[in-house]
């Protein structure tokens, strides 16, 4: 059994900072990349950033130079710090990891339960 526990959401102030953190817990052999996505309300699920086991980060546009991913390995975690938030990042979001589970050949993507993040005006 995999799980995937998200913290870090609240409510912010325009320009404020958040961390956000997605712990992975169970039986788990290895993982992958590790990415955090976010829904808006009537929009469509969307890339934040993405880490490898290794290599490059990749972020959307819209997030350059204010949001970092990182990883933990040791802890089986992954953070997204966002800083200089405005009202267009209100979302939920949702940390997405591609892991191998212990006992299974393949690899699977497991999704976070989601954490809402608001950024007040």
């Known amino acids: 059994q995999v799980q995937l526990v998200e913290s870090g959401g609240g409510l912010v102030q325009v320009g404020g900072s958040l961390r956000l953190s997605c712990a992975a817990s169970?039986?788990?052999?290895?993982?992958?990349?590790m990415a955090w996505y976010r829904q808006a309300p009537g929009k469509q699920r969307e890339l934040v950033a993405s880490i490898p086991d290794g290599g490059a980060t990749r972020y959307a546009d819209f997030v350059k130079g204010r949001f970092t991913i990182s990883r933990d390995n040791a802890k089986n975690t992954v953070y997204l710090q966002m800083n200089s938030l405005n009202p267009e990042d209100t979302a939920v979001y949702y940390c997405?990891?591609?892991?191998?589970?212990?006992?299974?050949?393949?690899?699977?993507?497991?999704w976070g339960q989601g954490t809402q993040v608001t950024v007040a005006s």
């Open positions: 169970g039986s788990i052999f290895s993982i992958n990349d």
């Open positions: 997405n990891v591609n892991l191998r589970p212990q006992g299974l050949s393949y690899s699977r993507r497991y």
